[in-house]
């Protein structure tokens, strides 16, 4: 049930009570969900049993325990079920493509066909749903009531409510309008969804953490108050009368529209305590010195079975369908030079992704900023790669991103063993096959290569005498890669990588020691 008729029933039953003389509801105000969230039981006053509060004055304390029961309950409300989501039942779905002829709004890298491919790949990956056909009906402007011209619409409708327990239509466009949305329900006698509302769905099915699940509802603002409007313009139709709540002096938008606004308040609040929570672990990352490079790329292009051949990691079960990805995940390995990495697994995008999908999501993307390094991984087979890879520039670009990290960016052609005579097409693309292991060296290489000019680390030989502490010092505080004795001299030539700081460190410990730089 949508929060809209949710509300509508409450204030039904205010009505009646207050016909039946009845004390007035009256709306609660809004309280962020840093304060106290959910509704308690008041606290017990002194002397009344129970005992006293265990911190602070009587009365007026309250334990650290208690408020981190408050936030995991405010949370939990916030991550109920969703009024969106269509529900588990299963789906037979007829998916729709206005093909744009002509004009700005037709795209010269793809085809009708193989935009209505990717909207069976999503239709697919939900479980539960099956697609009963696909149509592609020509149109010149899809942004019209209809989408279609009226001839093209009268077609197409008689053609779905042929098809056989059709229970769906996927209209395969960004957004249609709430407007657009109730016309087409009404004429073809089924929900419709747009890219937007199936891809949320995906990410709903898909979301193990709170903070994927919290940006998923941030993400269904927007849909929650186009549903509104379209709503009470049918209230207001069918029923008429006082569009006014008893005793508010509020009208039902009004307060529906308060509520919403509470809600994303909350939403944003608790997002913002998980940003916090990150920026420290990424605080105590960076104390490590480990430099972190973010595997970014169109979904299913194959990221995370890179990271599982660059790190070995068993763990790592990479699944052959969109979006399998929506959380940020760290994965350490080495490179050829024994340092280590950490490598960020990061959210795949979408052609046509709306721009409210993407900026709920920006709590995750925001790791990609302090990344050391990016790598863009393609799938080199796919026949829209060019398509898909402006798709990915284009995000990065709107990310705000340091300049210097997406002029440093290294590009993986992924998949190459599929093609029978791969041919470059990028000057430093490096060709690699993530699931045989193809090409892994020669990315390692690289990616050391980068790492060592964007964190200002060196690769240096020292001479250190046996009996000193340069030895262990160097051991906890860099990369030690090779050390070779000479026990007539009493001396070893260890080779390290170092960064700056712990270079500096070195220096004024150590002033007396023979330094080479390779």
């Known amino acids: 049930m949508g929060p809209g008729r949710l509300s509508w029933s409450l204030l039904l039953r205010c009505r009646r009570a207050a016909a039946l003389g009845a004390p007035r509801c009256r709306p609660l105000p809004a309280r962020p969900l840093s304060a106290a969230a959910p509704l308690r039981a008041p606290l017990r006053p002194p002397g009344a049993g129970g005992g006293a509060p265990r911190n602070g004055p009587a009365g007026t304390g309250r334990d650290e325990e208690e408020e981190e029961e408050d936030d995991e309950a405010a949370l939990e409300a916030l991550l109920g079920p969703s009024p969106l989501a269509p529900g588990p039942s299963a789906q ?21 066909e193989l935009q209505i491919a990717e909207a069976v790949a999503l239709v697919d990956t939900l479980q539960n749903w099956t697609v009963l056909d696909k149509i592609i009906v020509p149109t010149k402007n899809p942004n019209k009531k209809f989408v279609f011209g009226k001839g093209n619409f009268q077609v197409l409708t008689e ?69 509104l409007k379209n709503e009470l313009s049918q209230r207001d139709q069918q029923r008429g009368g006082s569009r006014y709540i008893m005793g ?97 697994d990061t959210i795949g995008f979408l052609t046509d992704l709306p721009h409210n999908l993407v900026e709920s999501f920006s709590a995750t993307l925001e790791e990609v900023a302090y990344s050391d390094l990016i790598v ?63 090409g892994l060296e020669e990315l390692k290489q690289e990616i050391e290569k980068k790492i060592l000019t964007a964190t200002g680390k060196k690769i240096l030989t020292v001479n250190i005498n046996l009996e000193g502490p340069q030895l262990s010092w160097l051991y906890k505080e860099a990369t030690v890669q090779e050390v070779e004795v000479m026990p007539e001299d009493g001396k070893a030539r260890v080779k390290v990588i170092i960064g700056s700081s712990a270079f500096g460190r070195y220096k004024n410990l150590f002033p007396n020691s023979e330094i080479f730089i390779s």
């Open 92 to 112: 037979r779905v007829a998916i729709v493509h206005p093909a744009v002829k002509w004009g700005p709004q037709k795209s010269p890298l793809t085809t009708a």
């Open 159 to 227: 053609k779905i409510k042929k098809l056989p327990h059709v229970t769906a239509v996927f209209l395969n466009v960004e957004r249609i309008s709430s407007l657009t949305k109730k016309e087409l329900e009404g004429a073809w006698g089924v929900p419709v969804f747009d890219r937007y509302t199936v891809v949320l769905h995906i990410f709903r099915c898909n979301a193990r953490t709170k903070e994927a699940k919290l940006q998923i509802a941030l993400a269904e603002i927007p849909l929650l108050r186009s549903n």
């Open 248 to 344: 508010s002096g509020e009208t039902f938008l009004e307060t529906q529209n308060r509520v919403l606004k509470e809600r994303e308040l909350k939403i944003r609040n608790a997002l913002e305590k998980l940003r916090r929570k990150r920026a420290l672990l990424r605080a105590q990352r960076r104390k490590c010195e480990f430099p972190m490079v973010s595997v970014m790329g169109y979904t299913n292009s194959g990221k995370t079975t890179l990271i599982k051949a660059l790190t070995g990691e068993a763990g790592l079960q990479p699944r052959d369908q969109l979006f399998a990805t929506l959380d940020i995940t760290a994965h350490a390995g080495y490179l050829p030079s024994h340092m280590a990495v950490i490598y960020v």
């Open 376 to 438: 863009h991984v393609r799938d080199i087979t796919h026949p829209e790669t060019i398509l898909q890879k402006a798709t990915v520039l284009s995000v990065l670009r709107n990310l705000n991103l340091p300049s210097h990290l997406l002029d440093s960016m290294v590009e993986v052609h992924n998949k190459v063993d599929l093609t029978e005579r791969y041919k470059p097409t990028e000057e430093n693309a490096l060709a690699v096959s993530a699931l045989h292991g193809y």
